[in-house]
Each structure stands twice: as C-alpha cells, then as structure tokens.
C-alpha cells in the first residue's frame, strides 16, 4: 500500500497476556518509530530502528516491551504480561530519512485495551 | 530533555476566520526541526506543516502557516479561512535527538 499500515486496528486482552502489534512501513524507508499514546495525551516516543537496527529503545516504559525489525522493514511491537495502564493507541511512523531530515509518515494505530 | 508545550486545550473558530494555535518548547540543541500535525477521529496523524530551526523564514502551506520565533522558543501555527474540515487535535512537535509531542489543542469549527 502507499501509506503505513498497522494492524490489528483494535485488540482487546486480558491482564497478564502477551500482545504482538505490527506495523508495514511505507516501502523503501529507513526509518521506523514506535509511540504510545494516551487518551487525551500527544504521543509519546517509544523507539526507534534505522533500517533493522534498534538505535534508541530509551522509550520503552519497561522491560515487558519488546520491539523487533529483523529485515529492516516490518516491525513488531510486543508486550508481555499486560497491564492496565499499557491501555492506549500505539502509533507507528516510518520516514524516507534520518533525523528529522525527512517527515514521519503515520499509520492510523492499534487501540489496545486491556481488561 | 527536550519539552513541549501547547497552553490551549481548545480553541474555537468561525468558519471563513483565521486562528492561531500557541506553542513553545525547551531545548538547548542548535539544529533541530518543529511541526504541527493534525489528528482527526481516525487518529491518523497528518503532517500539516515544517519548519526547519536553521531557516528564518517562517513556513507556508496554503492556508497554514507559521511564526517561528527561534530566540523565544515560540512555533505558533496560523489557520487562514478556517474550514469544517480542519476541525481536529493539533499536536506541535519537536525532533531533534528524539522526537517529542505536546499535548494537543482540539479545535473546533463553528459553520
């Protein structure tokens, strides 16, 4: 597609799951950012991979989060043992260049709630 | 840590109207850059505008526009004949070593 894509779009979990969100950039980008955010809030950084090198994972807001970008294009968000408070839209955005040089592109987010 | 912030959690608008949303930000990084995203209900975030730290002339998109005040630490963003369809949250954002969000202004448009 031209835009990124994540999915699911929603999910639903129970405390202590383990939940996986995707994300497809757009084709040919290098860069890849995970954001949380919360209702009502802006988003807020959680990592970021230049091709399939994770370069800043000071975001991530335990040890319970995991993200992977093994071929340098599709990534993977992962919580394990959700709680409540990991409730929130996780956005991801890719973008052509580096370091702000080139605009991030967004995809429309994975609503997670956790019950 | 870089820090953004947006003093206006609403703001409201006459259709045909011109509107300004505030935004002021701490940094002490020389190169950076600022932008004012839109995010309708579908919450995708759309980029509305960009403003280079380095370049003193303020960016212009159509009926979007900015006052970029690099000394004061100010990127306020002007909506000229403000439509139905710029009715959205409006988040500035910082990327410099990291990438940072305010909280939001959500405007709304009074036809």
């Known amino acids: 597609g031209a835009g990124v894509s994540q999915s699911p779009r929603y999910k639903v979990a129970k405390r202590g799951q383990d939940v996986a969100l995707r994300c497809d950039p757009i084709?040919?980008?290098?860069?890849l950012f995970w954001y949380q955010q919360a209702l009502g809030q802006g988003p807020e950084f959680l990592t970021y991979?230049?091709?399939?090198?994770?370069?800043?994972k000071s975001g991530l807001p335990s040890d319970r989060f995991f993200a992977e970008r093994p071929e340098g294009s599709v990534s993977t968000l992962k919580i394990q043992r959700t709680q409540q408070e990991d409730s929130a839209v996780y956005l991801c955005?890719?973008?052509?260049?580096?370091?702000?040089?080139?605009?991030?592109?967004f995809g429309d987010g994975t609503r997670l709630s956790i019950l | 840590a870089q820090t953004v912030t947006q003093s206006q959690p609403e703001m409201s608008v006459q259709e045909a109207e011109t509107v300004t949303l505030s935004c002021t930000y701490d940094?002490?990084?020389?190169?950076?850059?600022l932008f004012w995203y839109k995010q309708p209900p579908s919450r995708q975030m759309i980029l509305v505008i960009r403003?280079?730290?380095?370049?003193?002339q303020n960016a212009t998109e159509n009926r979007f526009s900015v006052n970029f005040q690099k000394a004061a630490k100010s990127f306020s963003l002007k909506i000229s004949d403000s439509q139905l369809g710029d009715a959205a949250m409006y988040f500035c954002?910082?990327?410099?070593?990291?990438?940072?969000f305010g909280a939001g202004t959500r405007l709304t448009v009074k036809p």
């Open positions: 955005a890719s973008s052509s260049g580096t370091a702000g040089n080139q605009p991030q592109h």
């Open positions: 084709s040919g980008h290098v860069s």
């Open positions: 991979f230049q091709n399939e090198a994770q370069l800043d």
């Open positions: 940094t002490s990084e020389s190169d950076y850059y």
């Open positions: 403003q280079e730290a380095y370049k003193q």
């Open positions: 954002a910082y990327e410099g070593y990291d990438m940072r």
